[in-house]
T-cell receptor, first 114, second 111 residues
């Protein structure tokens, strides 16, 4: 079975500071990795994904993430955050099989302060 | 031209009632999903259909019954609603690149 751990339930940061949201996963088989963002009272929007190839993936809104197979991590980073980045961020994995169901972490609330 | 739409957006009902949530996608995808987000924001897969065929049925009470009349629609019917069913329900569809696109969610409140 797969599992995803987001150790930080909330990350406060000042505007224009860098941020890293941590994600670790556990799986006995190969997986795809995703980061989703959820703004208040909205659905989930895909930020970025790792399917194969380069371990550094770039997404929307200036976010990037690095897949580290040996550490089973997929941390999300942004060099300079904006107030508008305040949201809930979810890391997710899916097995490479016919179902491709997403297994989500518990989420990290990014709170950007002026 | 919303990609994945859900109706209704809000649903408030009494315990014991039966209700349905509808989902439609205009992306041409074959696979659709239902996820439940609880009050602590935790997201969990419930069901998945591929081209009208059920492929995932997680440990969900059988009061929940998905129905897919065609590959663009996946509806969720819930019988005998309970307080614990209160949550936000998200529909999603999956592209051939394994990206899942989510609808705006339906907030169900059972009183």
């Amino acid at each position: 079975a797969q599992s995803v751990t987001q150790l930080d339930s909330q990350v406060p940061v000042f505007e224009e500071a860098p941020v890293e949201l941590r994600c670790n996963y556990s799986s006995s088989v190969s997986v795809y990795l995703f980061w989703y963002v959820q703004y208040p009272n909205q659905g989930l929007q895909l930020l970025l994904k790792y399917l194969s190839g380069s371990t550094l993936v770039k997404g929307i809104n200036g976010f990037e993430a690095e897949f580290n197979k040996s550490q089973t991590s997929f941390h999300l980073r942004k060099p300079s955050v904006h107030i508008s980045d305040t949201a809930e961020y979810f890391c997710a994995v899916t097995r490479m099989d016919s179902s491709y169901k997403l297994i989500f972490g518990s989420g990290t609330r990014l709170l950007v302060r002026p | 031209d919303t990609a994945v739409s859900q109706t209704p957006k809000y649903l408030v009902t009494q315990m014991g009632n039966d209700k349905s949530i509808k989902c439609e996608q205009n992306l041409g995808h074959d696979t659709m999903y239902w996820y439940k987000q609880d009050s602590k924001k935790f997201l969990k897969i419930m069901f998945s259909y591929n081209n009208k065929e059920l492929i995932i049925n997680e440990t969900v009470p059988n009061r929940f019954s998905p129905k897919s009349p065609d590959k663009a629609h996946l509806n969720l019917h819930i019988n005998s609603l309970e307080l614990g069913d209160s949550a936000v329900y998200f529909c999603a569809s999956r592209s051939s690149y394994n990206e899942q696109f989510f609808g705006p969610g339906t907030r169900l409140t059972v009183l």
